[in-house]
Nanobody, 119 residues
Framework: QVQLVESGGGLVQPGGSLRLSCVAS????????MGWYRQAPGKQRELVAT???????NYADSVKGRFTISRGNAKNTVYLQMNSLKVEDTAIYYC?????????????WGQGTQVTVSS
């Protein structure tokens, strides 16, 4: 089992910045990738950015050049630096961890943190 706890959400004006953090605990040795997803009201959850243990990253086109995902030195923490925020970035942001075991691959989710971009 993996537990994820996010922090760093809040209210920011358009053009501003926020940094989200997510700390994983439990059987973290088997995590091979972490990432951030978001869900806006009335919309499906969508990928924002992911990073693997080897450092490979993947971003949604809508956030490329504005958001940066990174892992902490202990590999149980993932960050999302969000710059040049837009109103359309408003959503609940969820941390995700992918765990690979002999029995299969499992997804774990945090409780979510609200990001609101508004003037």
């Amino acid at each position: 089992q993996v537990q994820l706890v996010e922090s760093g959400g809040g209210l920011v004006q358009p053009g501003g910045s926020l940094r989200l953090s997510c700390v994983a605990s439990g059987t973290i040795f088997s995590i091979n990738a972490m990432g951030w997803y978001r869900q806006a009201p009335g919309k499906q959850r969508e990928l924002v950015a992911t990073v693997t243990n080897s450092g490979s990253t993947n971003y949604a086109d809508s956030v490329k050049g504005r958001f940066t995902i990174s892992r902490g030195n202990a590999k149980n923490t993932v960050y999302l630096q969000m710059n040049s925020l837009k109103v359309e970035d408003t959503a609940i942001y969820y941390c995700n961890a992918k765990q690979s075991l002999r029995s299969g691959t499992y997804d774990y989710w945090g409780q979510g943190t609200q990001v609101t971009v508004s003037s």
